[in-house]
């Protein structure tokens, strides 16, 4: 086997390159990776102390009674492996007891600790042990699976280095970062990148934001810190993606000002109190867009106000909600997060796109959700939709029964669509509700007809039931 050394070529430089300026210039330069590599070497001295790992402890589970199925059960096999003696079962494995490993970071001097929810889940003890070796049985104050965050509690019997929490909005895209954590169980491991995104929506619940990063990371860095390079906290390490079980650089944390906000409530009552707007959104689409006489497609659209919730009076189906508390929204992912962010009694200001124009208004943040009321139905007869190319009829007991409705839901139901119609286009099915299109309620088939008949948008939007959903669809009428 031949080995091909390569070596390191020195172009000469050009008269104008020896000037004293550039000179002093080119030798800053070199200089700045040794410059570099101390400075991370000193941020990982300061912060090491304050990683842990978070070992989370199951107990054995009680045996199951009774037997598995032989595996020759139901064969012709079955009776022959009886008459040599062949059990009637084979008996149930005991189920051993179960050691999760993940990480974590002291937050508090006085022994408060961050890790992942999913690194305690179901555990009957924790245990933390710490950058010296020292392990503390540890206290769960409180967990919040939308987020993915729990917070707990050691008695060290002194005070113990903490980390603080950065400002995840302000990082940028590009930005070094460093992981800490236990990957494997091989503690105190530190692994660099940058942040490749912000704003991830990765569906691991609405209250969830996540940074980016291809600072490896790997089993067991769950619940680990994301430090930015003044050694701040700037996210949770808490999903990768990966086809092979190993890092591929495609590493997500929760942002730090989530945790921040998750952190503080679970501190305070063990709980998370989370805002409610008592509305259901939607992303807004190019041909809602349109419907709606907007010139973009950035906002969350109001399908659904839930009645005697916060919103109702102030907020309607079709409002499209583009700013929170001077955020701007973007899309449906960012609403949740900042309203459940703010607290409850709360008073917020919302902009809204409303009839085309844009308007403020005030909401009371709320805590709970309510029941929707919805139109009654009335006794009309099936009916033809010609512009839209589908078949509807009232809603009565039974149609509500059939169709898995609430009692009270009003609307009509699509009863048949024309495979190439209109409807069929926008995706309408067989079982929806229409409950209103434009402007105007479609409560009874007679209702929907007077409502087509004066619809001048086209295409037009239509707000729909669906399996107990509210979503509005842009049909076009022929």
Known sequence: MSIRMSRKLTPSLPKWAAAPALGALLMATNALPGHADAALADLVEQVAPS?????????????????????????????????????RGIPMPDSGPRQGLGSGFILDAEGYIVTNNHVVDGADRVTVRLSDDREFTAQVVGTDPLTDLALLRIDAGEALPAVTLGDSDVIRVGEDVVAVGNPFGLSSTVTTGIVSAKGRNISDGPYAEFIQTDAAINKGNSGGPLFNMAGEVVG??????????????????????????VISDLREDGQVDRGWLGVSIQNLGADIAAALGLDGTSGALVSEVV????????????????????????SSADLPRLVG???????????VMRDGKAQDITVTIGTHQASAEVIPASADGPADAPGLGLTVSPLSEETRKGAGLDSDTGGVLITDIAPDGPAARAGLRPGD??????????ASPAALKQALESEKTDPALMLINRGGNQIFLAVKIT
């Open 51 to 87: 990683v842990v790992t978070v070992l989370a402890s199951q107990d054995a589970a009680p045996r199951p009674t009774g037997t598995q199925p032989s595996p020759f059960e139901g064969t012709p096999f079955e009776e022959f492996f009886h008459q040599f003696g062949g059990p």
């Open 236 to 261: 949770v390490n808490s999903v990768i993606y990966s086809p092979s079980g190993g890092s591929v650089g495609l590493g997500f944390a929760v942002t730090s000002n989530i945790v921040d906000h």
């Open 307 to 330: 009645a005697d919730g916060p919103s109702d009076g102030t907020l309607r189906p079709g409002d499209v909600i583009v700013a929170f508390e001077g955020k701007p929204v973007r």
């Open 341 to 351: 962010a703010t607290e409850s009694g709360t008073r917020a200001s919302i902009r």
């Open 433 to 442: 509700v229409i409950l209103r299109l434009g402007g105007a309620d479609t």
